[in-house]
Nanobody, 126 residues
Framework: QVQLVESGGGLVQAGGSLRLSCAAS????????MGWFRQAPGNEREFVAA????????VNADSVKGRFTISRDNAKNTLFLQMNSLKPDDTAVYYC???????????????????WGQGTQVTVTS
């Protein structure tokens, strides 16, 4: 069982930056593939970024490539999402997700993930 708690969301102007964190409970964080997803009002939840458990392979959605960076600190059981050059279209509730193990290239589909956090709101104003 893994519990996930996101933090770091907030209100920021377009072009600004935010760093999201996801604190995970348990002693086997390093064995989990981790992902970030987001859901804007009226939209379905969508993939943002993911990082594998074994080699730290990262993948990003095309919409955030070059702007967002996913990383993890296994010693601190924490997942991060550094978001730069934010746009109003990035406004959403951001969720972190976890699944035990997984392939070298991490899952990008939400149904592959077992555990979810409660989400943190990110609002980008123009």
């Amino acid at each position: 069982q893994v519990q996930l708690v996101e933090s770091g969301g907030g209100l920021v102007q377009a072009g600004g930056s935010l760093r999201l964190s996801c604190a995970a409970s348990g002693r086997t964080f390093s064995s989990y593939t981790m992902g970030w997803f987001r859901q804007a009002p009226g939209n379905e939840r969508e993939f943002v970024a993911a990082i594998s458990w074994a080699h730290g392979t990262a993948v990003n959605a095309d919409s955030v490539k070059g702007r967002f960076t996913i990383s993890r600190d296994n010693a601190k059981n924490t997942l991060f999402l550094q978001m730069n050059s934010l746009k109003p279209d990035d406004t959403a509730v951001y969720y972190c997700a976890a699944v035990a193990f997984g392939p070298v290239n991490p899952f990008t589909r939400e149904e592959r993930y077992t555990y979810w956090g409660q989400g943190t709101q990110v609002t980008v104003t123009s």
